[in-house]
T-cell receptor
Framework: EAGVAQSPRYKIIEKRQSVAFWCNPI?????LYWYQQILGQGPKLLIQ????????DSQLPKDRFSAERLKGVDSTLKIQPAKLEDSAVYLC??????????????FGPGTRLTVT | GIQVEQSPPDLILQEGANSTLRCNFS?????LQWFHQNPWGQLINLFY???GTKQNGRLSATTVATERYSLLYISSSQTTDSGVYFC????????????FGKGTKLSVIP
């Protein structure tokens, strides 16, 4: 079974530029998560989707970050405009999922973003 | 929100040694996972263990939910075990996000 796929693996941009990340979850997983991991810390949730609906985006900086999950499968996370403090690894995770039940989450390889 | 504390923050082992990593959490949990983050940044699932004991090869884990802690045991450590070990929990009604500890950085030397 294929794992969670993410692209690109690395991205370097200048501040105020925009960037987009892509995630393809494990086949059949209804729930998709985006986490941000700053160097030296544990990952923190940015947004959670259940199928193509948003379940939790309370920690997403909505003035610059946006995410969508069209058709309930692939997802994209966008940052516009980027700031220096956005330098981090962006991790996508998925889990089989029904509302009201917690399941094991599986993570992709991440996208390492450097903002200069 | 829930607090997750991991200890020790850093651990250096000689190859072949055993170790115990601890995770304390401040509230009841619906989910607890242990991960190994390898030097390339990939989070590898080790255990899904909201309660009880599980074993997988040289690794085993125990969660005592009533006392709000979990332990990860690594036996006969190998250099490939090096990396950061994270404990992460899901807590609260209607919540599904994993809250991570700060991790334990393990270095296994030959």
């Amino acid at each position: 079974e294929a794992g969670v796929a993410q692209s690109p693996r690395y991205k370097i941009i200048e501040k105020r530029q925009s960037v987009a990340f892509w995630c393809n979850p494990i086949s059949g997983h209804a729930t998709l998560y985006w986490y941000q991991q700053i160097l030296g810390q544990g990952p923190k949730l940015l947004i959670q989707f259940q199928n193509n609906g948003v379940v939790d985006d309370s920690q997403l900086p909505k003035d610059r970050f946006s995410a969508e999950r069209l058709k309930g499968v692939d997802s994209t996370l966008k940052i516009q405009p980027a700031k220096l403090e956005d330098s981090a690894v962006y991790l996508c995770a998925s889990s089989p999922g029904l509302a009201g039940v917690t399941y094991e989450q599986y993570f992709g390889p991440g996208t390492r973003l450097t903002v200069t | 929100g829930i607090q997750v504390e991991q200890s020790p923050p850093d651990l250096i082992l000689q190859e072949g040694a055993n170790s115990t990593l601890r995770c304390n959490f401040s509230d009841s949990v619906n989910n607890l996972q242990w991960f190994h983050q390898n030097p390339w940044g990939q989070l590898i699932n080790l255990f899904y263990i909201p309660s009880g004991t599980k074993q997988n090869g040289r690794l085993s884990a125990t969660t005592v939910a009533t006392e709000r802690y979990s332990l990860l045991y690594i036996s006969s450590s190998q250099t490939t075990d090096s990396g950061v070990y994270f404990c992460a929990v899901v807590s609260g009604a209607g919540s599904y996000q994993l809250t991570f500890g700060k991790g334990t950085k393990l270095s296994v030397i030959p």
